[in-house]
């Protein structure tokens, strides 16, 4: 047993997002021997990690259960998942939008359950965890963080009603990201350098920044001006970026559009 986990994890759907996961606690020490992936056509998967399309016959119930399908396909896998749970089982859902209380009643027995909102750079230790808990005790709540402290930067989210927010932010943000880097290298190709330069450019340089940004002290504003000096080029794209508030704007609809999506998934799974 590792030092993660007492007991079985049941991993239900190991995608981009639950295979990210997978991938980043078997790094962190857990044993594939702890972990039974739930999913049908689960491919790919990393050696020693037990697969099955449904719960093990025996009966015995995991200590932890993460849910990591599609936030549609949640009520087809309820059914099957939660008899199989118990009140000690920790339930752990990734799935954007769902509430606490529509997993308590598709999931009834469980006492804790954990709303956690990861993104894809959990699977090289780097990602964001989001945390928000229902009924957690104290053991519980050790648990959930044990497990994704390995995973990155988690973060407890107070109430329910910013986990929309925080998807939009920290869950989809690296989809936002990733397409700027795009943008960058285009623009940088379109400038006259060649395309796979630009690319390898861009990528460096939004490493670099990032870095730079979580190991200093000064906010984003402050390094941006110590990029631009004065009368010099950094500030003439700048003000390309900051007219009429253009790249705040745009990333304000952004957020906003896939906040609403989250709410709209939410309402879905509640029913209405
Ligand atoms: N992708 C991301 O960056 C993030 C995703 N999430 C959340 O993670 C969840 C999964 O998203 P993502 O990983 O992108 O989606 P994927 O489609 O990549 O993963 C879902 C997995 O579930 C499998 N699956 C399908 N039907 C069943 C079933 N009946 N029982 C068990 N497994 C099944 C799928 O198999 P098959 O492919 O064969 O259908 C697939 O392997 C979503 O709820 C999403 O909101 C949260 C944060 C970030
Ligand atoms: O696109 C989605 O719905 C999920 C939620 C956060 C990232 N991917």
Request: hydrophobic share 50%; glycine share 10%; with cysteine.
């Amino acid at each position: 047993m590792s030092e993660l986990l007492e007991g079985p994890l049941w991993l239900v759907g190991a995608g981009n997002m639950g295979g990210a996961m997978l991938r980043g606690w078997l790094a962190a020490g857990v044993d594939p021997r702890q972990v039974i992936v739930i999913d049908p056509a689960a491919k790919d998967l990393p050696e020693g990690v037990i697969a099955l399309p449904a719960p093990p016959p025996d009966g015995a119930a995991p200590a932890v259960l993460v849910l990591a399908v599609k936030p549609q396909l949640l009520d087809v896998v309820a059914p099957g998942i939660a008899p199989a749970l118990e009140r000690e089982t920790l339930l752990v859902s990734i799935l954007a939008g769902v509430e606490v209380a529509s997993l308590r009643q598709r999931f009834p027995h469980p006492a804790g359950v954990v709303r956690v909102m990861p993104n894809t750079p959990v699977a090289i230790g780097k990602g964001v965890m989001a945390l928000h808990g229902s009924g957690l005790s104290a053991d519980a709540a050790a648990l959930a963080e044990r497990l994704t402290r390995p995973l990155g930067l988690v973060e407890w989210i107070e109430r329910e009603d910013q986990f929309d927010a925080v998807t939009a932010l920290s869950g989809c943000g690296p989809a936002f990201l990733f397409r700027f880097i795009d943008a960058m290298a285009d623009a940088g190709a379109a400038l006259g350098l060649p395309a796979d330069q630009a690319a390898r450019l861009a990528v460096a340089t939004v490493e670099g920044a990032a870095l730079l940004a979580a190991r200093s002290d000064e906010s984003p504003a402050i390094l941006a001006d110590r990029v631009a000096s004065p009368g010099g080029s950094t500030r003439e794209g700048m003000n390309v970026l900051d007219k009429d508030g253009a790249i705040r704007d745009l990333l304000a609809r952004t957020l906003a559009a896939s906040a609403r999506r989250n709410a709209e998934m939410a309402a879905a799974a509640r029913g209405e």
